[in-house]
């Protein structure tokens, strides 16, 4: 029976838990909300477990369920931190490209080389579009607000006359130190997360100890009304605290 719980934890986790990550720009469809697979977990527990142990594999579906949604998070979190280096990279290499007198299309044919996700605004350049447009458009993508800036100064170099090179010089190094100010708030953020997850992952440690000793909690929590009250309980805060840390974390990121 404790195989069949964990079976369930791991469906909703599988569920729950997305696709490899599309890279920014991509295809973001997907086949099915969070809500309606957690229902297909929900439904298959109440088809398949037997009925005493329906409420302690609903529990750890619903925790396995949590994880992944944390999961999620810190994906799109790690996704965001990829697409700024790539975007920082990028500025440099077009400061680079424009100093030296590139034309601004071939200068943005190599930075759509280097990151594929600008293609798009090479493709307008080419054909004689909005370029500023087309980088506000692509600044939405998450870790890639700084290509506002870039479009800011192609705006100011284009109705002043001004030399675009220079521009987007002053705007690769803005850029650059937006992100040291990030990778020092994430090495700060680092210890209030492992400390997080470090008190998340005790009562486990707990319970192992305690079945090594000779005691039996795992019936405990799964055989009795108490214990199972004690497990939806704890489960529940113990996501509460990584959802809250997270929170912060993201504040602080804004």
Known sequence: MTVLAALAAALSTWLLVPGPVAPAGGDRHRSAT????LLVVLGLVLLVVPRGW???VLILASAGGGGALLWRRRAAARTAE????????VC???AAELSAGRPTETALEE???????????????????????????LSRTPGAGGLRLLAAAWTVSYRTGGGLGSATRRVA?????????RRVVAGELASARATARLVAGLPVVALLMGSGAG??????????????????????????????IELIAREVDA
């Open 111 to 137: 930075a759509a080389t280097a990151w594929p996700v600008i293609r798009p605004v090479a493709e307008v350049c080419c054909l004689g579009g909005d370029v500023p447009a087309a980088f506000h458009e």
């Open 215 to 244: 005691a039996d909690p795992w019936s405990v929590l799964f055989h009795t009304p108490l214990g199972l009250c004690c497990l939806a309980g704890g489960l529940a805060v113990g996501f509460l605290g990584l959802w809250w």
């Open 54 to 56: 329906v409420a302690p």
């Open 82 to 89: 990829v697409n700024a280096a790539r975007m920082a990279e």
């Open 92 to 94: 440099d290499l077009l």
């Open 34 to 37: 969070p809500m309606a697979q």
């Open 173 to 181: 190094e803005a850029v650059r130190r937006e992100q040291s100010t």
